[in-house]
């Protein structure tokens, strides 16, 4: 089906800034929405930030005026930059992304796919 990959978490200083990238590939005949969850220990999995295929985002309350989801399309790629850092944003976050695929040389079908995740801790 899709696979995604994600880079670019790692330890930051609140404040600081971080950029996620996310890299789908296999036998993909369109992605729809692209997006990026969190994850916090004990914590439900949350919707961060949302980009569709046209352009249009969606935020978080928590993460509105800091962080700015883009993607590439020619890429398969969607990114999030984190700005302006908070403890709080300490999470494992997680690409998604939804469309469709080849099964075979004349039939599509629908597929959503999560990333492996990657850490970000902002600690001092």
């Known amino acids: 089906q899709v696979q995604l990959v994600e880079s670019g978490g790692g330890l930051v200083q609140p404040g600081g800034s971080l950029r996620l990238s996310c890299a789908a590939s296999g036998r993909i005949a369109s992605i729809n929405t692209m997006g990026w969850f969190q994850q916090a220990p004990g914590k439900q999995r949350e919707m961060v930030a949302l980009?569709?295929?046209?352009?249009?985002?969606n935020y978080a309350d928590s993460v509105k005026g800091r962080f700015i989801i883009s993607r590439d399309s020619a890429k398969n790629t969607v990114y999030l930059q984190m700005n302006g850092l908070k403890p709080e944003d300490t999470a494992v976050y997680y690409c998604n992304a939804d469309g469709t695929y080849w099964r075979d040389s004349y039939y599509s079908d629908v597929f959503s796919s999560w990333g492996q995740g990657t850490q970000v801790t902002v600690s001092s």
């Open positions: 980009i569709t295929s046209g352009g249009t985002t």
